[in-house]
């Protein structure tokens, strides 16, 4: 076996034949290196021609970024925005969330580009968060069943979420099967958000996004402002553990109890004008039987253009919520801690919370 062409050249040590070997390597190698270096020469052309003056400056992607069809569009984060120390934090906050909730089934995410795309983590975590098991395939390789596979966790989680089809997701399959950071991070906060992750999420974290789009063969970049989380009342806090989380935890016998006597509190008033609950979990989590309540216990008339009567959108019905909630706090009552959403949502302890405060306050109340 030839021993590989040293760097420097030096006097030959071989027969001429084997010199006329070495030449033949030799030329072999020099075409070789010629034709990586026309590919170089292509991949840094087309680089160039993206990066060209009047254009913003565009990340380091490899190649294949580059290839878009006519009218397809593509985003990515501007390299300074990694150096952003809010999105930093943002990212190891998460990634610290998902391995806490993980730690049991030894699941480790590093990078939450390269360990979320292909949904299997995400499906992990979507079960832990809501208990429910999904009835997917738990090891896909090839990219067709990954995406499907994908496609029914994101389902799922929109379903969670509370999220119709008229909804404007800042997600997809193939954003979060591309590596889209900015699609998994808008996924990871709308799931820390919707479940009270016990974590401190940085508020306001505005990034660059560049948007490329392919027009009559050409690339049109332009740079967009995309907000990934905002300022939040809660701060993303789990509420601090109180009697409702003793009694789902240790007493769920007692549980039955505290509900009978809410609904017993609740249909007195409510059989006032004629309506009446049987089932506290879902009959008051559209807002309206809660706005109207506020009305008997405080003495008024809730004027029926304030609220959706039968409301059947997510929106409708976070903002009849969001309305009984205000006329809580003009009676002065404290904001509750829950949110709209977790009403909405079926969160029964969300809406028990909400239904004791009012219990406490107008309990003696003919």
Known sequence: MASPRPKSPRPPATPPKKKDESLFEFIGT??????????????????NAIDSPGSPVFPDLPPQEYILEENEERSMIEPQSFDDPKLKQLIEILIEWINDELCSQRIIVKDIEEDLYDGQVLQ????????????????????????????????SIQKVLGLGRWNQLKWSVDAVHSKNVVAILHLLVA????????????ENVVINVVVVQKRDGVLHPRTVLEEITATYDDLG?????DAFDTLFDHAPDKLQVVKKSLITFVNKHLNKINLEVADLDTQFHDGVYLSLLMGLL???????????????????????????????????????????????????KSTLRVLYNLFTKYKHLN
């Open 30 to 47: 020099l075409g070789r290196r010629k034709k990586l270096k026309e590919v170089q020469d292509v991949q840094d052309e087309g680089k």
């Open 124 to 155: 992990k975590l979507l079960e832990k968060l809501t208990g429910v098991k999904l009835d997917v395939v738990e090891v896909t390789q090839n990219e067709e069943g990954q995406k499907q596979k994908l496609r029914t966790v994101l389902e």
């Open 191 to 202: 799931l820390a958000r919707h479940f009270r992750a016990p974590v401190r999420l940085p």
């Open 237 to 241: 806090l789990r509420c601090e553990r």
């Open 298 to 348: 405080e003495g008024y008339f809730v004027p029926l253009y304030c609220i959706t009567i039968t409301p059947t959108q997510f929106e409708q019905k976070v903002h009849n919520v969001a309305f009984a909630f205000e006329l809580m706090q003009d009676a002065g009552l404290p904001k509750p801690k829950a949110r709209p959403e977790d009403i909405v949502n079926l969160d029964l």
